[in-house]
């Protein structure tokens, strides 16, 4: 026999682990972008040791704290060590020779990788390896003020922010690893040669994504620039792999990134680039939201429930609503859940794979809606095949009826709102489709999950609810839950079509933009 009280408990459980899972990715994300106070220096010491008994390891440590010595202060070092004599430790050296374009006559152990530089050989490392771990303390902003004031003088300063797994920003990668490391500039009537100082900025962190907004602000960067790969060198700024390639060096030689203005250090504040809610954007999730509302499946089961509370002869209004909003509060859940567990996996959205894959799903979902538009145009609704698997609209229906067989409608509304956000879970099956799109393209434009990101969910989980509120109001207003439902039937060929359009759209995005 169906429990009704079984399944309410069951289903109450399963949103309150969805709400503890959302808490502990935001927090996450919070305590990661905090722990961006402490920068990191990343050290990596391949060596050759097929002695037991030798340890190569301890040496370099004692060897590194030598060197630096208290320099090391204030700065989170990490260093990794590999005997290549290990098969695992030769495989991953070759990996390191090619990521970081090691000449073939420096390809030698021991050999020491520091940031995006690199020292080959037992004289080299003794000789540079102070030297290039101050000059990676200073590029990250960890030295004292009076440090500062005296390398920045001797500087030039390229401020680069990327994506990580974006093919492009990779190619600019190994441009900028190709720079010299100094260089003979003009500046102020004088020739001199000065240090370059590239500080790189990976726009997945919440800190820098506020920092890059931060540079378009300052610099008047316009919409159609304001993309990654992206430097900033003096008061001007490199938009794209083929600009940086063709004016950086020229730029380097005038002496330019000498005045680069260094935000991250707060040179410059100014509140109103914290937020800012694109106008197409706020249309386009508005549309995705509203299409989505109109969905057979969501729709079909709002006026089963409806039909029963005019039976039950509640107040429909009232229990309908709480329906509605429970519906609300499940997709937000599970969009923001989502949101976060792809920004956790870190899925690279610009890579080819990604997006054939991606653009193989949406055109198979466009083929389904274009099928089910004629399906439902010839009225051969048993030929659609977007909709919910029969057995879980009769599990569906189960739980409806079974609320309303209750003698006491005491809390009749709370357990509408509950049921309202259960049986949502279930449709995301069905209408999850055009949410998990949206959730894509926010994405694109929110690389962590913040105000921005969070107002986006709501503008489109509210517009999603709009239809079911407006057929509820309709009712209310004394119209036969039959006749809307036939209305609807007779506008499911419209739905269909307009869904494969969407999805057409969503498609051309992915393909120009991502």
């Known amino acids: 026999m169906f429990n009704l009280k079984l399944c309410l408990k069951r289903r109450f459980i399963f949103l309150c682990v969805v709400c503890v899972m959302i808490f ?44 630096v010595g208290t320099d090391k202060e204030n700065v989170k070092v990490n260093i990794a060590m590999y005997n290549v004599f290990k098969g695992g430790g030769l495989q991953l050296l070759k990996e390191y ?254 890579s080819t794979i990604v997006k054939t894959i991606i653009l193989v799903g949406v055109f198979i979902i466009v083929l389904i809606n274009i099928q089910d538009y004629f399906a439902a145009k010839h009225e051969k609704y048993d030929r659609i095949r977007l909709q919910l698997p029969a057995w879980l609209r009769r599990y569906n229906h189960e739980w409806i009826k079974n609320l309303f067989s209750r003698q006491n409608s005491r809390w009749l509304f709370v357990l509408s709102f509950g049921l309202g956000a259960m049986i949502s879970v279930g449709e995301f099956l069905c209408t999850g489709q055009i949410y998990l799109a949206t959730i894509v393209y926010f994405l694109r434009s929110s690389f962590t999950f913040n105000l921005q990101a969070l107002l986006y969910f709501i503008l489109y989980d509210l517009a999603f609810i709009i239809p079911l509120l407006l057929v509820t109001y309709v009712i209310y207003k004394g119209k036969e839950v039959f006749d809307v439902s036939d209305a609807i039937r007779r506008r499911m060929p419209f739905i269909k079509l307009i869904n494969a359009i969407l999805f057409l759209a969503f498609g051309i995005v992915v393909l120009i933009w991502f």
């Open 97 to 350: 020779f090619e990521r970081y374009n090691v000449p073939k006559e420096k390809q030698i152990t021991p050999i020491l990788f520091i940031n995006d530089q690199f020292l080959a050989g037992d004289t080299a490392i003794k000789a540079g390896l102070r030297d290039i771990f101050l000059q990676e303390k200073n590029s990250i902003g960890t030295n004292t003020v009076e440090n500062n004031k005296d390398s920045n003088n001797n500087q030039i300063v390229i401020v680069y922010f990327y994506v990580p797994d974006c093919r492009e920003c990779e190619k600019v990668d190994k441009f900028l690893s190709t720079l010299k490391k100094r260089y003979l500039v003009e500046f102020e009537d004088s020739t001199k040669y000065t240090y370059v100082n590239i500080k790189k900025f990976s726009i997945g962190e919440p800190k820098n994504l506020e920092l890059i907004k931060k540079y378009f602000e300052v610099y008047k960067v316009p919409e159609n620039d304001q993309f990654v790969p992206i430097v900033f060198i003096g008061d001007t700024y490199l938009a794209g792999l083929e600009a940086i390639k063709e004016e950086l060096i020229e730029k380097i030689e005038t002496g330019e990134g000498i005045t680069t203005l260094d935000l991250s250090e707060g040179e410059y504040h100014d509140s109103s680039f914290v937020m800012s809610l694109n106008g197409y954007d706020i249309i386009g999730v508005l549309m995705a939201g509203l299409v989505n509302g109109f969905n057979p499946c969501s729709l079909s089961m709002l006026l089963f429930f409806l039909s029963l509370v005019v039976a039950k002869g509640t107040n429909i209004l009232r229990t309908g609503f709480a329906f509605c909003f429970g519906k609300f509060l499940s997709y937000l859940l599970l969009g923001t859940l989502l949101f976060n567990v792809f920004l956790k996996f870190q899925i690279p959205w610009f």
């Open 24 to 67: 502990v990715l935001f927090h996450v994300t919070v305590v990661k972008a905090t722990n961006l106070s402490l920068q990191k220096i990343n050290i990596v010491y391949f060596y050759d040791n097929p002695c037991a008994s030798c340890n190569e390891e301890e040496k370099f440590i004692d060897l590194f704290n030598s060197l």
